[in-house]
T-cell receptor, first 116, second 111 residues
Framework: GAGVSQSPSNKVTEKGKDVELRCDPI?????LYWYRQRLGQGLEFLIY????????KSGLPSDRFSAERTGESVSTLTIQRTQQEDSAVYLC??????????????FGEGSRLTVL | LAKTTQPISMDSYEGQEVNITCSHN???????ITWYQQFPSQGPRFIIQ???TKVTNEVASLFIPADRKSSTLSLPRVSLSDTAVYYC????????????FGSGTRLLVRP
């Protein structure tokens, strides 16, 4: 597709279960970001990938959170042993990156996670 | 990384001009200023971007003073559909490092 695609759009899980969220960035975009947005709040940075460089994981809130990216394409965000405070919308964004980039972030529609 | 500060919320009426100011005292030389708009249940979307002085597009204008330590997003003649959260973001164009969003400004446009 032409835009950033995220799946699932909605996920309801039980406390203690693991969840995996997927992001398909725009083709050719080297930079990929994950953000968390709790209800009524701003975007909280989680992790940033840029090309083949080591990801910036400084925003991951705990070791239950991890993310991978395959080359410059799909990324998965995994939350292990989910807790109720993990309930939020998880937003993925991509950017062209590099000298030709305008720095504009293109966001997906988000994955809404509800932990019961 | 530049940290941004914006008003938490603003109210306006249809047809008025709305100006939202963002402070970014630690902006770096290679940072650009970008504003995003977010509607409920959607991801943010790009509105406008600038480096200095004034930029205008079909949606908004962006005013940036010479010291670049602040910027003002101007929305002319707002309508109810402009009710949204507006985020100011500073960072390099080449996406060479992480981008941190602030809390944003929640704009409510009343009839």
């Amino acid at each position: 597709g032409a835009g950033v695609s995220q799946s699932p759009s909605n996920k309801v899980t039980e406390k203690g279960k693991d969840v995996e969220l997927r992001c398909d960035p725009i083709s050719g975009h080297t930079a990929l970001y994950w953000y968390r947005q709790r209800l009524g709040q701003g975007l909280e940075f989680l992790i940033y990938f840029q090309g083949n460089s080591a990801p910036d994981k400084s925003g991951l809130p705990s070791d239950r959170f991890s993310a991978e990216r395959t080359g410059e394409s799909v990324s998965t965000l995994t939350i292990q042993r989910t807790q109720q405070e993990d309930s939020a919308v998880y937003l993925c964004a991509s950017s062209l990156g590099g000298q030709a980039s305008t720095g504009e972030l293109f966001f997906g529609e988000g994955s809404r996670l509800t932990v019961l | 990384l530049a940290k941004t500060t914006q008003p938490i919320s603003m109210d306006s009426y249809e047809g008025q001009e709305v100006n939202i100011t963002c402070s970014h005292n630690n902006i770096a030389t290679n940072d650009y200023i970008t504003w995003y708009q977010q509607f409920p249940s959607q991801g943010p979307r790009f509105i406008i971007q600038g480096y200095k002085t004034k930029v205008t597009n079909e949606v908004a204008s962006l005013f940036i003073p010479a010291d670049r330590k602040s910027s003002t997003l101007s929305l002319p003649r707002v309508s109810l559909s402009d009710t949204a959260v507006y985020y100011c973001l500073v960072g390099p164009m080449d996406s060479s490092y992480k981008l941190i969003f602030g809390s944003g400004t929640r704009l409510l446009v009343r009839p």
